[in-house]
């Protein structure tokens, strides 16, 4: 028993002198942190200057939507001799009364007792599938159908060119626009 606390003490003493070794070692950084506290406090510099910017309006209500990829457009307002206009008095047939570009060509008929007629399927994105020809009307901005194939169908819009002739009128110009056929509806 005697041995036992003789190790136990000789173990306390071991840690003791370690424990006082610590705090001495420790001199050091605890100079430091005075030195460091004792130094008067610097300045911190004020943020920079805030320059406001100058407000700018954008109305781009009459211009292409940039989500949507440019289209040549012709730039000539007469074609054949004759103004460019729309027809304002016609009928509107049911497809005018969609945009463009929610419009999809979906597919192509062509009956055998009719072999030069290929008709187009329009897909009017409200789930309605319609069969058109050439000479047919479609879109908001006076569309007509130039010409269909197997894999596009080529349309003429008629939309303001943005410029005034003499007399205050709208000058109006063609745009061609293309369809290509959609894999699926």
Known sequence: MKSIRSGFSLCGMVLVVQLVGCNSEHGDLEKYVADVQARPPGKIEPPPEFKPHLNFNYSAASMRSPF????????????????????????????????????????????????NTLWALINDGQGGVHRVKEGDHLGKNFGSIASISTTKVEVIEIVPSGALDDNGQTLWVERPRTMVLMDSL
Do not use: Y
């Open 68 to 115: 949507t990829a440019p289209m040549a457009e012709t730039n000539n307002t007469e074609r054949a001799g004759k103004s460019v206009i729309p027809d304002l008095v016609r009928t509107k047939e049911f497809l005018e009364s969609f945009n463009f570009d929610n419009l999809r060509f979906v597919g192509s008929l062509q009956r055998s007792s009719e072999t």
